[in-house]
């Protein structure tokens, strides 16, 4: 072969390669796609730390205005304070007034107490826990006082006070998904061993009266009995029974983030509370997040329902392993990631 036929080979050769590299489409690096593939994953929210002294100074202000039984002016004024506090953590209020018969043939003027994040948001989860305290000390040992109302530290305001710090850090802190925060009322009045329709008045008002027609959420958590020192939260009965795939998710991830000692996962005997209501009249599954002593003859803390509940029993850590798990609850779930 001569030289100038090979020579003429290799010439086209090497324009017939060029021409196929510029027929190539550029590589894209993936950091450099603008749109998501499917099935990418959101970003992981980021969790805000949850303030215990914070938490522990609304339970000390509901203290403070007094028992906060329902036709009193304690119960009034702690009401005004709460409905201030939710708006100016940015939340979107509503006070539903309504009236509930008592057992005793008391009618209660009654207020449920609703604060929303992101009302207009599709996926949401709910919050509750109740704010009045019982009327009577019925369990207390000095026989003096068991007719006289009770200061529900705990039984009551240590709820209240892990759900404002919530509504706080969910007001400085966005999140991507709807948030309801309700604090029920007329809880805590039923009748001592007596008929579980005299108990959890307003939660049975909304359950059947949402403030949303046809609400639903996710899944709801209800904080009850939340603060006492050496607290113990078992899987309850009902609880297991609704959403069971809620509550070990829940207490995994307590237990993972180091709070073990307080979520344990014995399970115990359902309760009527307010949870128990929420599933049986609406379509949105609550779980109940309370205090079960392993050791009491009531199976609540040696306090309940007597005039012991009192700061005194209110303890920080128990907030801080409390609210801190919530808040991981909360934005865990609005990332996907729960």
Not at 64 to 81: D, E, L, S
Request: aromatic letters at 10%; charged letters at 25%.
């Amino acid at each position: 072969m001569s030289k100038r036929i090979l020579y003429a080979i290799i010439c086209i050769l090497v324009i017939s390669i060029l021409g196929a590299c510029k027929s190539d489409p550029p590589v894209v690096k993936d950091d450099d796609k603008k749109v998501e593939t499917p099935g990418q994953k959101k970003p992981f929210a980021k969790v805000p730390r949850f303030n215990r002294d914070s938490a522990y100074a609304y339970i000390e202000k509901q203290v403070a205005f007094g028992p906060r039984v329902p036709n009193t002016a304690a119960h009034t004024a702690c009401k005004n304070w709460l409905v201030s506090k939710f708006k100016s953590f940015g939340a979107t209020v509503i006070a539903d007034d309504f009236e509930a018969k008592g057992y005793t043939g008391t009618t209660y003027k009654a207020t449920n107490i609703i604060a929303q994040y992101n009302p207009g948001h599709a996926k949401r989860i709910l919050l509750a826990a109740h704010w009045d305290t019982r009327f009577i000390g019925d369990y207390d040992k000095d026989e003096a006082k068991q007719k006289d109302p009770i200061p529900g530290a705990d039984d009551g305001g240590s709820g209240v006070g892990v759900l404002l710090e919530i509504a706080r850090l969910l007001g400085e802190n966005s999140i991507d998904m709807g948030v309801d925060i309700i604090l029920f009322d007329v809880e805590d009045q039923g009748e001592g061993k007596g008929l579980e329709t005299t108990w959890c008045l307003g939660a049975q008002h909304w359950a059947k009266n949402p403030h949303v027609s046809g609400y639903r959420a996710e899944f709801g958590i209800l904080l009850d009995m939340v603060g006492s020192k050496g607290a113990r939260f078992t899987r309850e009965g009902i609880s297991m029974q609704v959403a069971p795939d809620v509550v070990n998710k829940m207490w995994k991830l307590a237990q993972n983030m180091g709070y073990g000692n307080f979520f344990v996962m014995d399970q115990t005997r359902e309760i009527i509370d307010d949870h128990y209501f929420v599933n049986k009249y609406s379509k949105t599954r609550m779980i109940d997040v309370i205090n079960r002593p392993a050791s009491t003859q009531t199976g609540f803390g040696h306090y309940w329902h007597t005039h012991d509940d009192d700061m005194d029993v209110i303890n920080k850590s128990t907030l801080r392993a409390v609210g801190q798990t919530v808040l991981a609850v909360l934005y865990r779930s609005s990332d996907g990631s729960f």
